[in-house]
C-alpha cells in the first residue's frame, strides 16, 4: 500500500535518479555486483532500479496478519495430516501418503518457508499459496546488499531510515531452534548429484552463511549415512537436520532414502522443508480448508477473522455445490459465468506454470482451463487484484546495452516464514502482466517478473 510516508519516499528517491544520481552513471556496475550472484538458467533482461519501499507501521501490520494466518495453516495441516477422509475430499494425492505417513504425529514445518500475496491498494494483503521450499532467498539477500551500497542509498538515507532483514541471519537463528540436546544443529544437504546444478544449490546457499557461523553443513549422498541407535550420522558426525533438493527425491528414490527415512519417522532428524506439513501447506487444495466456512470450527475466533480477510475464496474444482459469500452455488456454473473474477491453476504446481487468469483469456480458453482443471483437480480461487506503482526500470538488450524507463507493474508482497510461525523478510516482484512465471530458460524481465530490494522505512 502507498501510504502518504511510501509516496513520499518514492517521490524523494525519484528525484535523487533525475538529479545527480541518473541511472547510466550506476546501473551497469549495479547489474554487475548482482549477477555475480545470479544462478537461474535463463538470463535477467531487466533490472528495477527502485526498491519496493514499505513503511514500518505496514510491515509490523503485515507481519500479525501473517502470525495469525500461519496459526491457521498449522491447523489445518496437522488436522490433514490425520484425516484422511479430509485429505480425499480435498484431493489430496495418493501417492502422498507414504511421505505423508512418514511423520504424520510428529511433523514439523519447513525452516524457511514463504507465503505469497498481493497488496491491494486499500491495504489488504490476500495470500494465495505457501511454498515450503523457496528457491528466492539467496538472491533477495544480494539485491539488498547491492541496494544498499549504492551512492544514491546513502543520500535517500539522509531523510529516510531504512532497513532490510538480513535474512541470513534469520535463517541461522531459525535453524538454532531445530538444536538438539543443546548442540548447534548440523544439517546434512542429500544427493551430491543434483547439487551440480547452479539453481539448486542455491537454494541452500544461505546455509554455507549458517556454516561460517558454526552450524555444519554437509554435502552427502543417502548411501553416506548411517542410522543407529537413534542417530543419523555421516562419517561419524551426527546429522540434526535434512535436507533435499526437491521433492522428487523423497517420492521417487524412497529405496536410496531408507535410513533417512527412519530417522525422520523415529523423529531423530528434522527435515528442512518439511515432510507431511510440507507438502500439505504447499498443496494449494489447503486453502480450500482456510476459505470455506464449511471448516470453520478448526479454527479459534481470532484465526477465523485473519483468515475470511486474507486468504481468498479457493475451491477444488468438480461437479459440486460449495458456499459463497453466505449461499450455496453449482461450483462449475459459478465458476464458466465468473471469468474475470476467478484464477484456474494446478493444486500442485509451481513456479507460475499453468496458471489461468480468467481475465485475461477468452470464454473459450477458460472453458477449456476448467475442463482440464477438473480433470486434474486443480483448484479456483478468488483473483487477488496487487498494487500497481511506476517503477523505474532498465531493460537489456542482448548486447549488453540498456534502455531506462518507467514501467507501470503489479507488485507482489511475499513474507518469508522461519519454522511455521513468524514472517520475517520479504520477497518483492515486480511484473508488468497478470503473473509472475518460470518461463524456462527465456530471458527473465519485465513481462514474467523480476526481483527488487525490500527497503521498511520510516521518517528520521
Known sequence: ??????????????????????????????????????????????????????????????????????????????????????????????????????????????????????????????????????????????????????????????????????????????????????????????????????RRASHF???????????PVLYVDPEELDYRNGKLTANGIQVDVIAFPNWDLLINARKRLVKILKAVADGAVDVFGGVSRGLLASYKATFELLSSPEHRELFPPEVNEALARHIPWTRVLGERKTSLGGTEVDLLPFVAAHREQLVIKPAGGSGGQNIHIGRDLTDDAWTQAIHKGVAQNWIVQALALPERQAFPAVRIASDGRGEVGTHELNCELTPYVWNGTQAEGVLSRVVAGSVISDLGDQPIGLANGVETATWIIDRK
Open 205 to 215: 546457499r544461505p546455509l554455507m552463511y549458517c556454516s561460517a557461523r558454526g552450524a
Open 1 to 198: 500500500m502507498t501510504t502518504p510516508l511510501v509516496a513520499d519516499a518514492i517521490a524523494h528517491y525519484d528525484e535523487l535518479l533525475s538529479g545527480r544520481f541518473e541511472p547510466a552513471s550506476w546501473w551497469p556496475e549495479h547489474r554487475d555486483t548482482v549477477l555475480r550472484h545470479w544462478v537461474e538458467e535463463a538470463p535477467m533482461s531487466a533490472f528495477v532500479l527502485r526498491p519496493r519501499m514499505v513503511d514500518e507501521a505496514t510491515y509490523a501490520s503485515v507481519k500479525a496478519s501473517v502470525a495469525l494466518v500461519l496459526r491457521g495453516v498449522m491447523i489445518a495441516t496437522d488436522r490433514l495430516a490425520t484425516d484422511e477422509s479430509l485429505r480425499r475430499a480435498i484431493k489430496i494425492p495418493a501417492y502422498l501418503e507414504p511421505l505423508l505417513e512418514l511423520d504424520r504425529t510428529i511433523g514439523k514445518p519447513s525452516i524457511l518457508g514463504r507465503i505469497d500475496g498481493h497488496m491491494a491498494n486499500d491495504g489488504c494483503v490476500k495470500f494465495i499459496e505457501f511454498n515450503a521450499q523457496p528457491l528466492s532467498a539467496a538472491f533477495q539477500y544480494e539485491l539488498e546488499r547491492s541496494f544498499a551500497r549504492l551512492p544514491i542509498s546513502s543520500e535517500f538515507e539522509k531523510r529516510f531510515r531504512v532497513r532490510s532483514v538480513d535474512l541470513y541471519e534469520r535463517l541461522h537463528s531459525a535453524l538454532n531452534a531445530r538444536s538438539r540436546d543443546g548442540r548447534t544443529p548440523c544439517t546434512a544437504i542429500v544427493d551430491k548429484a543434483l547439487w551440480r546444478s547452479p
